[in-house]
């Protein structure tokens, strides 16, 4: 499965001036929320989430507090509650713009198409110049089908910021499932020039050596990932997938349970698994295997004309063609080729 860099929320400081301030309580809620930013820049989400929380109670009308909440449960993955409080900033100040484009990742991370797009067209013109602004409308873009649209945006948000790890490694996704894999492959390696450790872009040049058959790079790139993560799904599946490869089996088959014991509706993992059961000639494990990854309607590779292959091999020439058409309209590469070659 490929990865895609999502909802890194860049922290968004806020120079907070009560020059005028004569309030004891909006004095204590300042020193509140300064607190809070302290604690959000060293990654104590939840210390930050409580002196925000303090600082809205003395001061209710506190927008800066609440943006930078909204920002902390992102952090958290409470990506609901972080919309709400990210409205509620927008209501107290609607110029308070930041906290638009932070709703519109927010909204984007829960398939809230339409409300990021609204977001991101009200604060457009006061931020062409924001690398973040053009990185958010490039993945919103991506995610409506646009692919070819969301180039551009990630061009500028890398020509705004020429270190922009996120916009290398989401580019680098998009060109990788338009089929360019050298753009991609460059990407990926630029963001892993960035930072050494970048789980998303490993794992993806660990993906394209799996594509060109090299195995030991590839797995080498997941070790990577795992030697900082060892129960990482994803990292833990591709792995399983190359050594399937290389005729490891066994060592496979206990990553792809480790992988599916963190996602069991990993549509890639059960794909391996089956591939596991019908290189050791078990058909109808394989076949349960397969058809659990088509249930879950996600988009995986080969599974199609894998699952046919398995059907054929019981002899089961109508089932096979039968699944290895719905292949077809899914522009399943390998369900093409064996409909072209069994079916009519």
């Known amino acids: 499965m490929l990865f895609k860099f999502n909802n890194l929320i860049q922290l968004l400081f806020l120079v907070l001036i009560l020059l005028n301030c004569t309030s004891q309580s909006k004095k204590d809620a300042a020193d509140f929320f300064l607190k809070g930013n302290q604690a959000l820049g060293q990654k104590n989400y939840a210390e ?3 002196l925000y929380d303090e600082a809205i109670a003395k001061n209710a009308d506190f927008s800066d507090a609440y943006l930078n909440k909204g920002i902390t449960l992102l952090k ?9 409080v990210l409205t509620e900033a927008i209501r107290i100040d609607p110029t308070l713009t930041q906290a638009n484009l932070v709703r519109s990742e927010s909204a984007l991370d829960l398939g809230r198409l339409k409300e990021a797009r609204e977001d991101l067209s009200q604060i457009e013109k006061q931020y062409q110049d924001s690398t ?3 990185l958010v409308k490039g993945n919103l873009l991506d995610a409506q089908g646009n692919p070819s649209l969301a180039i551009p945006e990630y061009d500028a948000a890398l020509r705004l910021s020429k270190t922009n790890v996120e916009a290398y490694v989401n ?7 338009m089929g360019s894999y050298a753009e991609a492959q460059s990407d990926f390696e630029t963001a892993v020039a960035l930072d050494p450790a970048q789980p998303q872009a490993l794992n993806n040049l660990g993906l394209i050596a799996s594509k060109n058959k090299r195995w030991p790079q590839a797995i080498g790139y997941f070790d990577q990932v795992l030697s900082r993560d060892p129960a990482e799904p994803y990292s833990l599946n591709n792995k399983a997938y190359a050594l399937l490869q ?3 089996g066994e060592d496979a088959r206990i990553l792809i349970e ?7 509706k990993n549509g890639y993992a059960l794909r391996n698994l089956g591939i596991y059961y019908q290189q050791k000639g078990n058909t109808s494990e394989a076949l349960n295997a397969f058809n659990k990854a088509i249930e879950i309607a996600e988009p995986v590779e080969m599974l199609y004309g894998l699952t ?12 096979a063609c039968k699944i ?3 292949g077809v309209v899914l522009k399943d590469s390998l369900a093409m080729a064996e409909a072209a070659k069994y079916c009519r």
């Open 76 to 84: 958290l993955g409470r990506v609901e509650d972080a919309y709400e």
């Open 258 to 264: 480790k992988s599916l014991d963190k996602l069991p």
């Open 308 to 319: 046919g292959q398995a059907y054929m091999a019981q002899k089961n020439t109508s089932e």
């Open 246 to 248: 290389t005729g490891k």
């Open 324 to 326: 290895w058409k719905q």
């Open 48 to 50: 930050a989430l409580r």
């Open 132 to 134: 973040r602004f053009h």
């Open 171 to 177: 580019r680098g996704a998009v060109y990788y499932r």
